[in-house]
């Protein structure tokens, strides 16, 4: 069940003029673009994991977003600020699966062509749905082979665009959205969070949420939970600098194997986060296990991290009120049932 | 994975007086008593089903209701029309479960002591949650035991008020909010459904969710979808009377296994309903293994029923607009992973 990482963003200084990041206006303006394209997934009382927490819990069910996962809200703000030029030329992107589906589901939706690197060992589902949706799919062997190698040499091939997966400022405010959206469904119910979870791998989601919390709640604090032996972000908070996790390490969280912050999105999680946790695999798929049970919502590996560090108390969250982000749900059934059963023999 | 019929409901003779029946404006009234202890459930569109049926389909999230099915809106509705007195008494239900957890999670909503009778072979998250939201729970065999005798004498004992599972005017008309619901939020999104299709056991769901359907869109063609084996509704539309179902038929189905229409919800039934049909477990095991890789959601056997309707193409759904109730989620994990393998290995 375990995958090995497959980030090789390891550019270093990470830029530390503000001026250039996105900020809240331009996720008002993606959230803008994106109505009526992207769903508004609801906000859910998980009252069972409340109680047992002494806590009270809201979870942002991104899982039902279109493609499963928030990733097509970056996706589809990134490629409907392309020209009608650029759109004819298309566009190609890396990803593990559910940026890949994300690009694939907005240049459908957005008629244009889309290639996609994927490795060959992503869950089926994220193959399938990827090529479900319309994108010629490109795989390569994740131990040997170079995606970024693949993606620029089609890039340059077709003269199409190429879409990263967090560091770009379109992407991140997509990627926002989903805090905009949690936060207004909050205030519809007369709510203040006091604390937010959510998963990391590159960054793109949390920067982007925690800007909309932040300028939404600016006492509330927002923790990245990441897979453990890819815990950039605790030792980069640490250091207080951009510095990678050791090669080597494995996880089912596949959906976030990188192993080094984002450029953009580090520069605005410095400011943003009160800092990150690291969780193992049993505990994800403890949160797996939870979110089937309590919540009746299939939730993948990577999707179930910040529910993960919250129930494995990597936060304090007695008496205050949390925000947890479930941010995807594409996951095989043999992955699935092994982490529910793994988690039941654990409870035992 | 089977279990065999509970329902001793062999009442004969339906009242055919529409008179006392609840109809759209008791429906409203429940909806205004239930608003903030029930959940506004999402309406999610099910675009990949939606295509490979050559259809538009939408599917009512009641597996996100509190206590993880439809029969939280029944049991509120009921239990808050009870006295202060009778409330002091409390109440007393049967049930394999789901309604036995809407009863137990009302009860503690509005401060009342709960006895539930559940047999001791139902699903063990069906027994756990019934117990943690404060009900005693009595168990009884389901071979030998008369759960209708065993609820008969809790309720003199305890001079408490016994809740029906469906034949009662204020359970249909809780679970026709979910009808009403469902009517809203299509309305909010253009929409004009042609076709429904919702599980039946006893028929409550179905009773008050038609009748608040039929209200909203008088030509919607709304089917019923019971398990093979406990195909009373077809048997009875066929007969034009309540016909109940041979015995010994088993199913995994466990909050659909009535082996007769209920006299107050067939009454309703005979007027809404265009008809009932019957889906086998492996059609059903194929529904769940759909909204678990499609949509992300938990679904139980019974819960599951409406939607294996549609995917078994019982329904002539092509270049139709319809809504699937998802009505409930409560299932362990083994019985959850057994139909996903079972599913998958089918498909093969």
């Not at 797996?288 to 309590?294: H, I, K, N, S, T």
Request: proline share 5%; aromatic share 6%; with cysteine.
């Amino acid at each position: 069940m375990s995958s090995s990482p497959t980030s090789n963003e390891r550019t270093e200084a990470a830029d530390r003029d503000p001026e250039w990041l996105p900020g809240i206006d331009d996720i008002r303006a993606a959230a803008e673009r994106i109505a009526g394209a992207a769903i508004v997934t609801p906000l859910l009382e998980a009252r069972a994991i409340g109680e047992a927490l002494g806590a009270r819990v809201f979870v942002k069910a991104e899982v039902l977003q279109r493609t499963g996962s928030f990733k097509f809200r970056g996706a589809y703000n990134r490629l409907s600020r392309l020209s009608a030029e650029e759109k004819k030329r298309g566009v190609v992107a890396f990803s593990s699966g559910n940026h890949a589906q994300g690009v694939a589901a907005a240049a459908r939706a957005l008629a244009m062509p889309a290639v996609i690197v994927m490795p060959s060992d992503a869950p089926t589902i994220k193959l399938e749905n990827t090529r479900a949706y319309g994108a010629d799919v490109v795989t390569y062997d994740r131990a040997s082979g170079d995606r970024e190698a693949i993606a620029a040499k089609l890039t340059r091939e077709r003269g199409a665009i190429l879409v990263p997966s967090y560091d770009d400022p379109f992407i991140i405010a997509g990627q926002g959205t989903l805090g905009l959206e949690a936060a207004a469904q909050l205030k519809a119910l007369g709510i203040t969070p006091d604390l937010a979870l959510a998963p990391i791998g590159g960054g793109g989601l949390i920067s982007g949420t925690s800007t909309a919390l932040k300028d939404a709640y600016p006492g509330i604090e927002i923790w990245g939970v990441e897979p453990a032996g890819f815990d950039d972000h605790c030792r980069s908070f640490a250091a207080g600098r951009r510095v990678g996790a050791p090669a080597g390490a494995r996880s089912f969280c596949d959906a976030l194997l990188v192993a080094m912050p984002g450029r953009m999105t580090f520069a605005i999680n410095r400011r943003t986060l009160a800092g990150a946790v690291a969780v193992t695999d049993t505990e994800v798929a403890y949160a797996m296990a939870a979110a089937f049970r309590d919540l009746k919502l299939v939730v993948e590996p990577g999707g179930a991290a910040g529910l993960a560090g919250l129930l494995a108390r990597k936060v304090e969250a007695r008496k205050r009120t949390v925000l947890v982000v479930l941010s995807g749900g594409n996951v095989d059934r043999a992955t699935f049932c092994g982490a529910l059963a793994q988690a039941e023999a654990a409870a035992r």
